[in-house]
């Protein structure tokens, strides 16, 4: 009898020794590279998916730093799936809903609705707490925008703030003073004035995509103070004066030469950098995500500056955006969770992937990758300027549940305007129309 509970006694003690040792692997140093002793035996072969979109900076970053950890972990073999954002969508939910989609898997804040809406799709990182160190994220930011009905779902790439970056040497040409430029209105009487001064000129630089698709929600939550549908009922956050009041405004900006014609800058959507007259210093302002601000953007370094975001006079909130660049979530068809939990905990932690990725996703959103990417300037300090700007009043309502159907008729209508193609009561009768239909379809 005593040896039977002698036996029973040792093999208590063993079971707690192995938790009390797996525990500790779990937690190495978020510091230093990870031990490998998180994921599952050395001696069976594992195979991850990686899928992320990018510029040829961001993929070789992100190679290296696969490459590194697959030295580490001879038994892990991470297959990289890459390349630009056209497309990347469609095929990320045809592959969701049909079960074949990355283990590992990148993907826009902003589109969580809708991969959502497919069913439960990612797993709850919270579940690998022991494998996957998330204490030295901002945890207000990873609260706002991890989790989904509870569970923690994702993880922000980095920290991306709206930026307006300014040619400041075009204002002084113009005898502008950007200090000045407060209001919507100021904004279009500074671009008037601009294009007067040398009719080649234009103020603002942007696609009908950015301003229709992005730019527009954040014209909103000024008007509105609340995100364009409320995610709960599917119902309109805003009237037709409200919008009516938001479409003027970017019809005011193309009617007055303070937009480049839309014919001209259509070419350059989504890549306005390669516009000639952004190479020619003849358009003074971009406005976009920090994330897409990449080296080689811009070439006057000496003159630039980030502007605060123009305001309506009776604005509810300051619309600037202040969000996660993209997310990185975990399959809940990956067979590995743990080892595919590992490899994020090496990617956001480890200091020589910190080194390598460096702001490839903007600033990144841990402390310590901010610290190493601030003191061995990685990272532009006119972005984060306009990263600090965003943090301190970035607006409440970025947008992140409305529909990628209710955004596509947001963003036609901008198009119809741009391209004057009818009157901005009509366009804006018909898209709210649209809308409705829209939106009473979803609700059921």
Known sequence: MKKKYLSLFMSVILAVSSVVAFSGCGNADKGNKTDGQNTESSDEQVTLRFMWWGDDVRHQATLDVIEQY???????????????????????TTQLSGGTAADIIQYNANTVSDLMAIGDVFVNLEDYADILDTSDFNQEFIKNFSYYDDKMIALPTGINGGIWLANTALFDEAGIDTETIKTWEDF?????TLHEVNEEYYLFNIDIETLGKELLGSIMAQITGEDLINKDTMEMNFTKEELLKAFTLIHDMYENNVIEPAADSAPYALKLNTNPKWINHELAVVYGATSNIFDGYYDFQDTAEALDMPQF?????????????????ISSKCEHPEVAADFLNYFY??????????????????EKGQQICEENGYVDPVLVSAIDKAGETGTIHQNLYT??????????????????????????????????????RLQK
């Open 70 to 92: 697959e030295k580490e972990h001879p038994n892990v073999k991470i297959e990289a799936e890459y390349g630009g954002y056209d497309g990347y969508f469609e095929k990320l």
């Open 188 to 192: 279009i009487e500074a671009g008037k």
């Open 313 to 329: 006079e009776d604005a509810k909130e300051s619309g600037i955006l202040y969000v996660p660049p993209q997310m990185l979530a």
């Open 349 to 366: 932690n480890d200091e020589t992937a910190i080194n390598t990725l460096k702001a490839c996703r903007s600033l990144p959103a841990t």
């Open 403 to 440: 529909p990628t159907e209710v955004v596509e008729i947001l963003q036609d209508g901008v198009e119809k305007i741009a391209y004057n193609q009818g009157n901005v009561e009509s366009i804006t009768d018909d898209t709210m129309g649209l809308l409705e239909e829209t939106l009473e």
